[in-house]
């Protein structure tokens, strides 16, 4: 079995997010999706709509993810390969580079985001060019 492994906020979900979780999923038979606590969002100066009991709720009705466990650090990535015995790291290509390191563990692939959605792209619109 093809273990995949993705990280992530998905606050606000919308199709980008669907898209990115599709295309992860192909790439093997088992995805873990890492999602980021509300302690590791506030480390990250980020602030979600929807706390992280109510995010995990609706990452674990996708169909495309098998597992979601949470994210404390930016440092627990490598413990977590080996924990879960993983054999592809996605990542958007906005981090491309950023998690290189993990290429002696498993393969890494920075897949293209959806083009015309952000969950960034959203609050802008809804609450004005300061928001985040």
Sequence with gaps: MKRVITYGTYDLLHYGHIEL????RELGDYLVVAL??????????KKSYYDYE????????IRYVDLVIP???WDQKVSD???YDIDTFVMGHDWEGEFDFLK????????????GIST??????LYGKDAK
Excluded: G, P, W
């Design 21 to 24: 979780l599709r295309r992860a």
């Design 36 to 45: 980021s606590s509300d302690e590791f969002n506030q480390i990250k100066n």
């Design 54 to 61: 109510q995010r995990k709720m609706m990452l674990e009705s």
């Design 71 to 73: 994210e404390y650090d």
């Design 81 to 83: 390969v080996e924990k």
């Design 104 to 115: 002696d563990q498993c393969e890494v692939i920075y897949l293209k985001r959806t083009e």
């Design 120 to 125: 960034t792209q959203i609050k802008q619109e």
